[in-house]
């Protein structure tokens, strides 16, 4: 796959069509901007810089991705809130072998109690493997590396 314009492009309609899934609340949707056998994980800076594998939030596979839709719309109690993603503009780092595209892209999420003001919630940098697939272009690993060492008492939604 050859980096031009109409793949960074692609790559940033891909991160668009995530925020706007993901904001809306429509869970359901989550799962079908990843691969089958993708891996997405919430890791902290330190852990990530240190090469150490704990993360906050780690599933693999879409049907792990699926677990946790069901998670959040059946079976999770917790205060609702809404989430506002503001995604920087992607940096595409290269192409691998298998034609995969290694991106990189800042993030801020917001947070809304329904009660209350809006938070920043989450910030940090995604760090993508992205991939080709009949469907259009997919994630086939998102890791989330945020900043903050402390976060709020529990991470519902994905990031």
Known sequence: MKLDFDTWLAVVQLQADYAA???S???ELWPDFFTDDCVYKLQPRENHERGFPLS???FDGKASLRDRVY???????HDPYYQRHVVGTP???GVEG?????CE????VFRTKLNGLSTVFNVGRYLDRVVRTPDGLRFAERVAVYDSEMIPNSIIYPI
Do not use: K, M, P
């Open 71 to 77: 998670g959040i719309q059946e079976t999770l109690f």
């Open 105 to 108: 892209s800042n993030y801020a």
């Open 98 to 102: 298998d034609g995969a595209i290694r």
């Open 25 to 27: 609340g429509r869970w």
């Open 56 to 58: 906050t939030l780690a």
């Open 21 to 23: 899934a993901v904001d």
């Open 91 to 93: 940096v595409l780092r």
